[in-house]
C-alpha cells in the first residue's frame, strides 16, 4: 500500500467549501526516462483520482505523465453532511488504492 | 518508413525494444489536444475567468507547483465542469484533467508538475453552459525534468 497524505478538517459548518489535499507515493514514471542499461523504463502513472463523499463523486482527476511523482492534488467540496469521504487512485500495472476519511458537520 | 512518432505511438510497450528519442510536443500537438477537450466549442475559446497561478521561474523542473483558479459561482445552473492543463513542450501536451460540479464548492484546482524545458503552459475550463474559457502562462525552467538521459 502507498503512503498517502491526506488533509481535510474534521469538522465543517453545512454548506461550507472546505479544502481538500492529497498526495499519494508513486514514482509516476513517465516512460520517457532511460533506465541504467539505456533502455526506457516502461510507463507506470497514476491515471485517476476519484473523491466521493458518502458516495457521491465531488472531484475527478485525469492524470498524465506531466504530473509529477507522488502526485498532489488539492481541490474543493461543499460540506453537506457528515460522514465518510472515500478518495481512491487507480492507474497502470493495476494500480488501485482507496484511502477514507470521516468528517462530521455542524452548525 | 514510419516516422518516429509513428513509432512511439504505436505503444509504450515497444519502447522497452527500441530506443528512440521521444517526440516533443509541438504547438500543433498543443492545439489538437485544445480542440480536442474543447470539442464543439473549440473555434470559440476566449481567455479570461481563468487563472493559472505558477512560479514564472522555477530551478527544478520535476516539481513545478500550479494552481488553476475559474471565477465561477458553482451553482446548480451556473458552474465549471472541467479544468484541463496543457503544456507546450513535453512529449505529451496534457497534464491533468479535472471533472467538477456544484459539489466542489469552487473551481479551483491545485498540483504538481513537470516541464521538460521553458514552455507555455495553458489552462481551458469548459462551463456548464458549454463556453470554454482560457487562460496560459510561461515558465522558465532552470533545471528541466528528466526526459532524455
Given at each position: 500500500?502507498?503512503?498517502v497524505?491526506?488533509t481535510?478538517?474534521?469538522?465543517?459548518?453545512?454548506g461550507?467549501?472546505?479544502?481538500?489535499?492529497?498526495?499519494?507515493?508513486?514514482?509516476?514514471?513517465?516512460?520517457?526516462?532511460?533506465?541504467?542499461?539505456g533502455?526506457?523504463?516502461p510507463?507506470?502513472?497514476?491515471?485517476?483520482?476519484?473523491?466521493?463523499?458518502?458516495?457521491?463523486e465531488?472531484?475527478?482527476?485525469?492524470?498524465?505523465?506531466?504530473?509529477?511523482a507522488?502526485?498532489?492534488?488539492?481541490?474543493?467540496?461543499?460540506?453537506?453532511?457528515?460522514?465518510?469521504?472515500?478518495?481512491t487512485?487507480?492507474?497502470?500495472?493495476?494500480f488501485?488504492?482507496?484511502?477514507?476519511?470521516?468528517?462530521?458537520?455542524?452548525? | 518508413?514510419?516516422?518516429?512518432?509513428?513509432?512511439?505511438?504505436?505503444?509504450?510497450?515497444l519502447?522497452?525494444?527500441?530506443?528512440?528519442?521521444?517526440?516533443?510536443?509541438?504547438?500543433?500537438?498543443?492545439?489538437?489536444?485544445?480542440?480536442?477537450?474543447?470539442?464543439?466549442?473549440?473555434?470559440e475559446?476566449?481567455a479570461?475567468?481563468?487563472?493559472?497561478?505558477?512560479?514564472?521561474l522555477?530551478?527544478?523542473?520535476?516539481?513545478?507547483?500550479?494552481?488553476?483558479?475559474?471565477?465561477?459561482?458553482?451553482t446548480?445552473?451556473?458552474f465549471?465542469?472541467?479544468i484541463?492543463l496543457?503544456?507546450?513542450?513535453?512529449p505529451?501536451?496534457?497534464?491533468?484533467?479535472?471533472?467538477?460540479?456544484?459539489r466542489?464548492?469552487?473551481?479551483?484546482?491545485?498540483?504538481?508538475?513537470r516541464?521538460?524545458?521553458s514552455?507555455?503552459?495553458?489552462?481551458?475550463?469548459?462551463?456548464?453552459g458549454?463556453?470554454?474559457?482560457?487562460?496560459?502562462?510561461e515558465?522558465v525552467?532552470?533545471?528541466?525534468?528528466?526526459?532524455e538521459?
Open positions: 500500500m502507498a503512503r497524505l491526506i481535510v478538517p474534521r469538522t465543517a459548518r453545512p461550507e467549501v472546505v479544502e481538500i489535499r492529497t498526495l499519494i507515493q508513486h514514482p509516476m514514471e513517465t516512460g520517457y526516462r532511460p533506465g541504467a542499461s533502455e526506457l523504463l510507463r507506470g502513472i497514476v491515471r485517476r483520482f476519484v473523491c466521493t463523499w458518502n458516495g457521491e465531488v472531484f475527478r482527476a485525469e492524470l498524465f505523465p506531466a504530473v509529477a507522488n502526485p498532489f492534488l488539492s481541490f474543493t467540496a461543499v460540506a453537506t453532511e457528515s460522514g465518510t469521504l472515500a478518495f487512485w487507480a492507474g497502470d500495472n493495476g488501485a488504492q482507496t484511502e477514507t476519511r470521516t468528517i462530521t458537520v455542524a452548525p | 518508413m514510419p516516422s518516429r512518432r509513428e513509432v512511439l505511438g504505436a505503444g509504450a510497450g519502447a522497452a525494444v527500441v530506443t528512440v528519442r521521444p517526440a516533443r510536443a509541438t504547438p500543433e500537438r498543443l492545439e489538437a489536444a485544445i480542440r480536442e477537450f474543447a470539442g464543439e466549442a473549440a473555434a475559446i476566449r479570461g475567468r481563468v487563472r493559472i497561478e505558477v512560479p514564472p522555477v530551478e527544478n523542473g520535476n516539481a513545478v507547483p500550479v494552481t488553476v483558479n475559474v471565477e465561477s459561482p458553482m446548480a445552473t451556473d465549471v465542469r472541467a484541463a496543457f503544456n507546450e513542450r513535453n505529451q501536451p496534457n497534464v491533468v484533467t479535472a471533472r467538477l460540479g456544484p466542489a464548492g469552487r473551481a479551483r484546482i491545485a498540483t504538481r508538475i516541464l521538460a524545458t514552455q507555455k503552459l495553458v489552462a481551458l475550463a469548459e462551463m456548464s458549454g463556453s470554454v474559457r482560457s487562460d496560459s502562462a515558465v525552467v532552470t533545471l528541466a525534468a528528466c526526459v538521459g
